[in-house]
Structures are given as C-alpha cells and as structure tokens.
C-alpha cells in the first residue's frame, strides 16, 4: 500500500514537472507503462525513474526553446528599439547614480578633513563638533554646518556680543572680529 | 523535421527498433535495446520533439484503462534514421576489431 502511495506521489511530482500542453499524454502513458512493465520485466522504479527523467529533459527542452524565442524576437528586431532604448535608460540611471555616490563620498570626505580655503576657521571644521552644543559654530549659528559660511555670513549671523558670551577664546573670536581686543573691554 | 545534431549509440538501437517496425509500444523499445527506460523515455521524446517519429495512442479496445503509447517513425526520417545506424553500427564494429595496446604476456603490443 505504501509502495503504490509512493509511485502515485513520484508520479504526480513527474507530471507536475512536465510542460503544461504534455502532461496528459504523459500521465496516461506512464500509467499503462506503469500498469504493464512487470509484465515486460521493467520494474515500476525504473519507469518511475524513466518518467522523471523524461518529465525533467521536457522542461528543460521547453525552457531552452522559450529563451531561445525570446532571444531571437528581440534579435529579429521586432522589439529591438524597445529594449534598446531600456538598456539605454538603464545605463544612464546607473550612471547618474554612480556620479551622485562619488559626488557625495566626495563631499563626505570634504566635510572630515579640512581644505585649504578652510583653514581660517579650524573650528567649524571639527566634523565631531558639527552638532555639539557647546562647540562656538553651533552656539552662533545653532546646527547649522557652518562650513558653509564665509566669515561675512557668521557675522551677519552672530553679533560679536553672541560671541564673547558663548564664551569662547578671544582667538577664535578674532577670526570673525579682528578688532576685537577683551582687554579693551 | 529538425537535425538531430549528436547521435548517441543509445538513440542508434531506438532509431534501429523503430526501422524494423511500423509502429511499436515505447516499453518494448526499452525491452529490445535492453536499455533502461530513464534512457529510452528522454531519446523518444527528443524524436518526438523534433518531428522524427509520432506518437500514437493504442487503439485496441479490449484493453481498460489508460492507454498504451506507440511510436512510428515518419517516413521522412528514415532515410536519415538508416544513415545514422550504419555509422553507429560501422563504429562499434571498428572499435570492436581494434587492438587495444596492452601489455601482453609482459610484452608491448601497441600498433
């Protein structure tokens, strides 16, 4: 009872695995096989093993044949500006995408190590500091990358009297106010 | 009908069983060429698949239940079918006739 459970399981595995437009011809083959090996002294595991063979190089067969359509539809032209013109769009996507990471790692970069033209003001140039409340950058100009603004624009943005009572060292200070002089006060 | 490019000797007996007959039951296929049916399944579906033989359902009557599969050769494929045969046949007698160089009674014997 169990081997026939067996053999109708691998058998429905088999017929499952066969490409649609073959499968009831192949089940009714494989069940007179089934029926009428012993007879012929082929026994019903090694129809069994036959028909997964068989049920496999189908599938297979029908797969190769789809690819091979799809392939020459496309080569024939039929669609050939269609998926030309994706493939286009798809490499300037890519492109583009690429451009913007490396613009960004760059600016990334830019942002841990200070540049040249930078130096003037070191402080605001502390990546760590960027949002560090007690840092000089953030006190004048709040969470703000201060980076970006030239010596005129944090002036125009944080008054020398900001400055001093943020209370930090006259140098710095000095950066935005030359004139500045604490002893003068 | 398509080429059928590589011929096995497996698909040589099948073509050869398939020649001397009109049309045959694709178990006794398995049983003449003495091959095992997960051989003989997957050649006849390759013929069939390339339009060199036609399956045909049995249509004896008597018989209950599911039906036996037949197979005939179309009569396009013969010619070829023959062809492939002979040289099958002309290479398994000339491997057959060949000497193989082994050592014979402690001598060399190649050719």
């Known amino acids: 009872m169990r081997g026939v459970r067996r053999t109708e399981t691998l058998l429905a595995i088999c017929v499952a695995l066969t490409p649609r437009h073959l499968r009831a011809v192949r089940e009714e083959q494989w069940r007179a096989d089934l029926r009428d090996g012993p007879g012929l002294g082929i026994s019903p595991t090694s129809l069994i093993f036959g028909a997964v063979c068989s049920s496999i190089t189908a599938r297979f067969y029908e797969l190769l044949y789809r690819g091979s359509t799809l392939l020459s539809r496309f080569i024939k032209g039929d669609n050939m500006k269609l998926a030309l013109g994706m493939v286009g769009a798809a490499v300037v996507l890519m492109g583009g995408a690429f451009a913007g990471i490396q613009a960004n790692t760059k600016a990334e970069q830019a942002v841990a190590s200070p540049s040249t033209e930078d130096r003037s003001h070191p402080e605001c140039y502390d990546a760590a500091k960027m949002n560090d409340p007690n840092d000089f950058c953030y006190q004048t100009i709040g969470p703000w990358n201060s980076r970006l603004l030239t010596a005129d624009e944090v002036r125009s943005v944080a008054s020398l009297d900001q400055m001093i009572s943020a209370g930090h060292p006259t140098d710095q200070i000095q950066r935005y106010y030359p004139e500045y002089q604490p002893d003068a006060k | ?111």
């Open chain 2, 1 to 111: 009908m398509e080429n059928l490019g590589r011929v096995t000797p497996a698909t040589a007996l099948v073509l050869e069983v398939l020649l001397s007959v009109d049309s045959v039951w694709g178990l006794q296929i398995v049983k003449d060429v003495g091959k095992k049916p997960g051989t003989v399944y997957p050649i006849l579906d390759r013929l069939e698949a390339a339009g060199w033989v036609q399956g045909e359902w049995d249509s004896t009557e008597e018989r209950k239940g599911p039906r036996r599969r037949y197979y005939r050769l179309v009569a396009e494929a013969r010619p070829l079918a023959s062809e492939y045969v002979k040289v099958q046949r002309a290479k398994a007698l000339s491997t057959a006739s060949r000497t193989s160089p082994v050592m014979s009674e402690g001598q060399w014997c190649g050719a």
